[in-house]
């Protein structure tokens, strides 16, 4: 029989518990270390957050034009993960336009 060593991700400790599964069936783990600010963890997440530089490279392609198929394939990245990407840039998109045709619309709104 095989033995895993489960440590806490924060604090390190072998002082960790079982503590019972997800709803997908992944087991849960507590620490117990009374200073650990952690409480429970999986041993394993699935779905690992995206390196910073991961990200950079994905707003990179993005700014030059190309689109989440294309970026997915040029950096071997699953879709969904590009997508996100791009659904939380358009978040900060800035508005288009003329951006002196608003100002006057503007000023005669402030004016009138
Ligand atoms: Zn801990």
């Given at each position: 029989?095989?033995?895993?060593?489960?440590?806490?991700?924060?604090?390190?400790?072998?002082?960790?518990?079982?503590?019972?599964?997800?709803?997908?069936?992944?087991?849960?783990?507590?620490?117990?270390?009374?200073?650990?600010?952690?409480?429970?963890?999986?041993?394993?997440?699935?779905?690992?957050?995206?390196?910073?530089?991961?990200?950079?490279?994905?707003?990179?392609?993005?700014?030059?034009?190309?689109?989440?198929?294309?970026?997915?394939?040029?950096?071997?990245?699953?879709?969904?993960i590009v997508l996100?990407?791009?659904?939380?840039?358009?978040?900060?998109?800035l508005p288009t336009?003329?951006?002196?045709?608003?100002?006057?619309?503007?000023?005669?709104?402030?004016?009138?």
């Amino acid at each position: 029989m095989a033995v895993v060593e489960v440590r806490c991700p924060d604090c390190d400790s072998l002082n960790v518990v079982k503590y019972g599964k997800q709803p997908n069936g992944v087991q849960r783990f507590v620490c117990q270390n009374p200073p650990c600010k952690r409480r429970t963890f999986l041993l394993n997440y699935q779905v690992k957050p995206n390196p910073p530089a991961t990200r950079q490279q994905i707003i990179d392609l993005a700014l030059s034009g190309a689109d989440v198929h294309e970026t997915a394939r040029l950096l071997s990245l699953p879709q969904d993960i590009v997508l996100e990407v791009f659904q939380q840039l358009s978040r900060f998109s800035l508005p288009t336009g003329n951006p002196q045709a608003r100002q006057s619309r503007r000023s005669r709104a402030l004016a009138g």
